[in-house]
């Protein structure tokens, strides 16, 4: 495929895939040109200056937010409860803001480290991230995020994804770590017994028989 042809691919076609991938199945990877914008420099900029604090390498001499193997070991190294009080959230947070984003893995290693760095202050900007579907599969650690630290406003978001395949099983799963267990979501986790996706339906299943048990367990103790 041709520099002209990728240039030319709507960012529609582009988002296709979680993975990532360029139309005709070219993946995003270090060979991909520049990044355009100037939010990259701000980015990398912010990324460096957080990895300063947790004693992590400053320097990421990346071009773009395509060099993917590197950029998503470098998000990794933010992935500690050492960054919770640095700009780390921040930084990883303009990874989400770029003009073309950067590649699944880049994206979800970005999420899971949110999900370790972030606190309450961010709940609107998670809440937010989390519902855009555009994330595909690399947004699920944010779902994880809401029910551990976003009460009901967090549960809500997660129930409203459920709606978008490359999610659900994720967010199924993740409904059993929510306390109380949210024994009136059984009527909604019941249809998925029957989903298409086997992954979707183990999960379902799992998550189904803890809400009986929650809702069966105070007349079974007595």
Same mark, same amino acid.
Request: with cysteine.
């Given at each position: ?94 990874? $989400?803001?770029? @003009?073309?984003?950067? /590649?699944?893995?880049?994206?979800? =290693?970005?999420?899971?480290? *949110?999900?370790?760095? #972030? ?72 249809? $998925?017994?029957? @989903?298409?996706?086997? /992954?979707?339906?183990?999960?379902? =299943?799992?998550?189904?028989? *803890?809400?009986?048990? #929650? ?8």
């Amino acid at each position: 495929m041709t520099a002209r042809r990728i240039r030319s691919a709507s960012r529609t076609t582009i988002w296709q895939n979680e993975f990532r991938t360029y139309p005709e199945g070219t993946p995003m990877t270090n060979s991909q040109p520049h990044h355009p914008s100037a939010r990259w420099a701000q980015v990398q900029d912010r990324l460096s200056h957080a990895l300063a604090e947790v004693g992590g390498r400053p320097n990421i001499p990346l071009r773009s937010p395509y060099d993917v193997g590197e950029l998503a070991e470098r998000i990794r190294e933010l992935n500690t409860p050492r960054a919770r009080d640095t700009t780390a959230a921040d930084a990883v947070f303009g990874l $989400f803001d770029l @003009d073309l984003c950067p /590649a699944a893995e880049v994206l979800y =290693e970005a999420a899971a480290t *949110l999900r370790t760095v #972030a606190d309450g202050r961010h709940l609107d900007r998670i809440a937010s991230l989390a519902s855009n579907p555009a994330f595909g599969a690399s947004r699920s650690p944010l779902l994880a995020w809401l029910l551990e630290h976003g009460g009901h406003q967090g549960l809500g978001v997660v129930v409203d994804q459920l709606c978008d395949p490359s999610v659900r099983a994720s967010g199924i799963r993740y409904l059993r770590q929510y306390h109380p267990p949210p024994e009136h979501l059984v009527g909604t986790i019941e249809p $998925f017994l029957d @989903d298409p996706d086997a /992954a979707v339906r183990t999960e379902a =299943e799992r998550t189904v028989n *803890l809400l009986y048990l #929650a809702i069966f367990a105070p007349s079974l103790s007595r």
